[in-house]
T-cell receptor
Framework: QQQVKQSPQSLIVQKGGISIINCAYE??????FPWYQQFPGKGPALLIA?????SEKKEGRFTISFNKSAKQFSLHIMDSQPGDSATYFC????????????FGTGTRLTIIP | GAVVSQHPSWVICKSGTSVKIECRSL??????MFWYRQFPKQSLMLMAT?????????EQGVEKDKFLINHASLTLSTLTVTSAHPEDSSFYIC???????????FGSGTRLTVV
């Protein structure tokens, strides 16, 4: 019940295209869903996060779509750029306070010219 | 935004020695910090939850005597890898959260290589 499943494992997108990464969760107690971007040799950096009271959140080129009934959420990167090439992790946690994050398995995104 | 500083960024040690990794919250107080381990091309694996002034909570399968965690102040948590062996070589990352409405901020990670 603590799993967060992420797909695809790797993704190649042409520059200017849309990158889409999907995650699914099982635990209905999860109520915080962040996406992290990680470059090699660095710690993850928070990109964008959503709570289940909204179905979509947009920040610049990054959008989270959230489907509570399907227990799925996805990250869309519009106008993908070579600098977006990184590993992306979805995660989930429950409640406010210091609840631990459960991470997805990661997606290695490569943007080609 | 909240900043978590981790030190050192990389360390090489001999097998059998101990290594200490520091994690500091620079502009906020963190009653709880988290320690993760990440192998190449894999996800982050939570090792333990560090609680200020009390014992850490370790995840199943993590040896508490090998990975000593101390959270002596509201801004500092340390992870000591005792009697390190080559299989302990990994990327160790800490994280903390400023307020419940904020996201978790991660340190820059520590690359440990045991030779």
């Amino acid at each position: 019940q603590q799993q967060v499943k992420q797909s695809p494992q790797s993704l190649i997108v042409q520059k200017g295209g849309i990158s889409i990464i999907n995650c699914a969760y099982e635990n209905t107690a999860f109520d915080y869903f962040p996406w992290y971007q990680q470059f090699p040799g660095k710690g993850p950096a928070l990109l964008i996060a959503i709570r289940p009271d909204v179905s979509e959140k947009k920040e610049g080129r990054f959008t989270i779509s959230f489907n509570k009934s399907a227990k799925q959420f996805s990250l869309h990167i519009m106008d993908s750029q070579p600098g977006d090439s990184a590993t992306y992790f979805c995660a989930a946690s429950k409640g406010f306070g210091n609840e631990k994050l459960t991470f997805g398995t990661g997606t290695r995104l490569t943007i080609i010219p | 935004g909240a900043v978590v500083s981790q030190h050192p960024s990389w360390v090489i040690c001999k097998s059998g020695t101990s290594v200490k990794i520091e994690c500091r919250s620079l502009d906020f107080q963190a009653t709880t910090m988290f320690w993760y381990r990440q192998f190449p091309k894999q996800s982050l694996m939570l090792m333990a939850t560090s609680n200020e002034g009390s014992k850490a909570t370790y995840e199943q399968g993590v040896e508490k005597d090998k990975f000593l965690i101390n959270h002596a102040s509201l801004t500092l948590s340390t992870l000591t890898v005792t009697s390190a062996h080559p299989e302990d070589s990994s990327f160790y990352i800490c994280s903390a959260r400023d307020t419940p409405s904020d996201g978790y901020t991660f340190g820059s990670g520590t690359r440990l290589t045991v030779v």
